[in-house]
Antibody, heavy 120, light 110 residues
Framework: QVQLQQWGAGLLKPSETLSLTCTDYGTSYSGFYWSWIRQPPGKRLEWIGEINHDRSTNYNPSLKSRVTITMDASKTQFSLNLNSVTAADTAMYYC??????????????WGQGTMVSVSS | QSVLTQSPSLSGAPGQRVTISCSGSSSNIGSNTVHWYQQVPGSAPNLLIHSNTQRPSGVPDRFSGSKSGTSASLAISGLQSEDETSYYCATWDDSLNGVIFGGGTKLTVL
């Protein structure tokens, strides 16, 4: 069954803000970490950042100045905001979940992906 | 250096054993565990191996992982046509303070 379902706008203009949300339908667990990961066409996966059950965040330094990851009050939805987008931000964006205790920093549950294109 | 290096492509015949390698440095593979993902085109990555050698439930035992120093390997034995896809290594990088991924290896089953 689907455990992570994501959604958000797929077409943006340069300088706009990318906003994606992911709902976790799985069992609640305080040890979970949720991440956003992207993959430009034909390129490697790039970790964007993470948030944990305590809402502590950690971001990729290369994106830190433009990224915000938040979690809602129910701790079942988490969101990615990436501002001032350019064509270089065109990619498939995934939400993913892991558990440091059981999996170290691996991700065993992934969302279906959202293709985001930035074009004027 | 926060980079993981994989050979871009690899091929093998059905039934053969192939090994996909992943090379890093002391700040990543050298001090953290390695994970392997399989990614079918158009789909999200799927976790094959975590923590160097551990197979999640449902992953066939044809897949195995190992790590030595600053390198890691994914071995696939009894190669099947369904194994023809891309494989990525990943680990934590202490310099980046985050997860990094290899460039991926596209496996072709001849």
């Amino acid at each position: 069954q689907v455990q992570l379902q994501q959604w958000g706008a797929g077409l943006l203009k340069p300088s706009e803000t990318l906003s994606l949300t992911c709902t976790d339908y799985g069992t609640s667990y305080s040890g979970f970490y949720w991440s956003w990961i992207r993959q430009p066409p034909g390129k490697r996966l790039e970790w964007i950042g993470e948030i944990n059950h305590d809402r502590s965040t950690n971001y990729n330094p290369s994106l830190k100045s433009r990224v915000t990851i938040t979690m809602d009050a129910s701790k079942t939805q988490f969101s990615l905001n990436l501002n001032s987008v350019t064509a270089a931000d065109t990619a498939m964006y995934y939400c993913a979940r892991g558990s440091r205790l059981e999996l170290d920093d691996a991700f065993n549950v992934w969302g279906q992906g959202t293709m985001v294109s930035v074009s004027s | 250096q926060s980079v993981l290096t994989q050979s871009p492509s690899l091929s093998g015949a059905p039934g053969q054993r192939v090994t996909i390698s992943c090379s890093g440095s002391s700040s990543n593979i050298g001090s953290n565990t390695v994970h392997w993902y399989q990614q079918v085109p158009g789909s999200a990555p799927n976790l094959l191996i975590h923590s160097n050698t551990q197979r999640p439930s449902g992953v066939p035992d044809r897949f195995s992982g190992s790590k030595s120093g600053t390198s890691a390997s994914l071995a696939i034995s009894g190669l099947q046509s369904e194994d023809e896809t891309s494989y990525y290594c990943a680990t934590w990088d202490d310099s980046l303070n985050g997860v990094i991924f290899g460039g991926g290896t596209k496996l072709t089953v001849l």
